[in-house]
Structure formats: structure tokens, C-alpha cells
């Protein structure tokens, strides 16, 4: 059986959440860089960060009461032994 | 929009189109934008009847979360990429030249021009049920410069724009052979 602590998962999460936010600076830039910067263009980013923000609420008022040193288990043999189990069919 | 930080227009130049490819056309993106919306309230229900245990775990429930935040996050990210990968995408007609600004990545993007003197043909083509409806499609020109073959895609109105493009480049011929 193999298992992590849940605070990694958090940490691979928060780099993930910085990847995408890097990304989405870089096309905030292009739009910025080309003088595309329009009702259209506005209204369009808005939407996207008004989607981020509620998105980012939610999971953090779902993730507010976790205990993150509790552990997560990645890998267990019986998942396949009892795969295998006669009992199962 | 701001057409000096793209590019730079000369004194007697004066912009006389800024095209965009017709709002109809982003309707798909939109439509798969929907569907991954949707997805994992379809997926969450496969699971909840298969892998109960899995699901009701509470142990797991953080990693859900996490995993569904992190897909909503992508989805939009992806959709905002779009988005100003179609927007960026346009082509510019000024009373000199034909300016095709392509956005075809984040990281990637070309820009081409052809002086309107040196166009020699010009085709427009409205195909479909859709394009048909709304009035759009494809010009095509055909030019003496580096770049022998230009295309304008899904632009509102193309026969309009085709006559105008001509009389443009008519008006251009004139002034180039000094007449």
C-alpha cells in the first residue's frame, strides 16, 4: 500500500493553480500587446476572472475544514486482488 | 483597438477595415465549452453508481475537490485561449495594403501583408447551410508579391468586401503607375 500526505496533493494543486495563471497572463498580455483591447475583449476577461474567482471561492470554503496531514492512499494491492476475488462476481 | 502597436501605419495610410472572422464561427467553441462544463457532473454520476466506496470516502473527498477545481480552472483557461486566439486572428485593409495578423498560438503568431497594387484576382466562396444563413465565408486573392496566395476566412458580408478590395486596389494601381 502506498500513501502520500494530503498536503502534497495540495502543493502539486497550488503549482498546477500557478502553471494555469501564468498561461492566463500570457494571453491577458497578448491581448494587451496587440491593442485588442475592446468591449468585446473586456467583457470576455471579465467573465474568465469572474469564473476563476467564484471557482477559487468554492474550493477553498470546501477545503477550509480539511486536516491536511491525514494521508491518501495512491496505491493498495487489494484493489486488484480483489479484482480478482471470485466473490466479487 | 490600437493598430500602431501592431503595426505601423505610414502617413497617406488610412484604415478603412479592421475584419474579424463572423461571431457565428465561435459558436463550436462555445458549444465544447458547454460539454466540458458538463462532464464531470456526468462523470461524478457514473462513479457515484459505480464506486460508491470510492466516492463516500472521506479521505478522498479533498482530492475530488481539488481534481474538479483544477479541471473548472483549466476549462476556462482553455476557453480564454481561444477565445483570443480567435480575436487576434484579423486582417487589416488599408487604402495601401492587406495586413493578415494570424494568432495561431499562444506563443505563436504571423503576420503577412501585400500591397493592394499587386493583387490580381479575387475570389470569394459561401459554402454551407450556416455561412449560407448568415451571410459569411472566404476571399481569396491571388497577388503578384512574395506572397502569392492570400485567404480572408469566415468574414461577414465577402462579396461586399470583395468589391470594395477591388475598387481599393484599382484606386492603388492608379497611383502606383502614376496615372
Redesign the interface.
Known amino acids: 500500500m502506498i500513501t502520500i500526505p494530503l498536503y502534497i496533493i495540495l502543493f502539486i494543486y497550488l503549482a498546477y493553480i500557478l502553471v494555469l495563471g501564468i498561461l492566463a497572463f500570457v494571453d491577458l498580455a497578448n491581448l494587451f500587446r496587440n491593442g485588442a483591447l475592446t468591449f468585446v475583449s473586456f467583457m470576455m476577461t471579465f467573465l474568465v476572472i469572474a469564473l476563476t474567482i467564484f471557482t477559487l471561492y468554492f474550493t477553498y470554503s470546501f477545503l477550509m475544514n480539511v486536516d491536511w496531514q491525514q494521508t491518501l492512499t495512491i496505491w493498495n494491492n487489494d484493489w486488484i486482488t480483489n479484482v480478482l476475488n471470485p466473490t466479487n462476481f | ?6 503595426i505601423k501605419i505610414k502617413s497617406y495610410e488610412k484604415v478603412i477595415y479592421i475584419l474579424r472572422r463572423h461571431g457565428i464561427t465561435f459558436f463550436p467553441y462555445l458549444a465544447i465549452f458547454t460539454a466540458m462544463l458538463l462532464a464531470p457532473i456526468i462523470v461524478y454520476w457514473l462513479f457515484s453508481l459505480s464506486f460508491t466506496k470510492l466516492i463516500e470516502d472521506p ?5 475530488i ?2 481534481a474538479a ?2 479541471y ?3 476549462v ?2 482553455f ?3 481561444f ?2 486566439e480567435f ?2 486572428d484579423c486582417w487589416i485593409v488599408t487604402n495601401d495594403r492587406l495586413i493578415d ?1 494570424h ?1 495561431i498560438s ?2 505563436s ?1 504571423t503576420v503577412a501583408e501585400v500591397d493592394l497594387y499587386q493583387i490580381q484576382d479575387i475570389s470569394t466562396e459561401i459554402e454551407g447551410f450556416f455561412p449560407t444563413i448568415f451571410n459569411y465565408g472566404n476571399i481569396y486573392l491571388q497577388t503578384a508579391g512574395a506572397v502569392p496566395k492570400f485567404a480572408i476566412y469566415n468574414v461577414h458580408n465577402p462579396d461586399k468586401l470583395r468589391e470594395a478590395i477591388i475598387t481599393l486596389s484599382a484606386e492603388d494601381k492608379k497611383y502606383h503607375s502614376g496615372k
Open positions: 483597438m490600437n493598430l500602431n502597436s501592431v479521505a478522498n473527498y479533498p482530492f475537490v481539488m477545481s483544477a473548472y480552472l483549466s476556462f483557461l476557453f480564454y485561449s477565445f483570443v480575436y487576434l495578423i494568432q499562444l506563443f503568431r
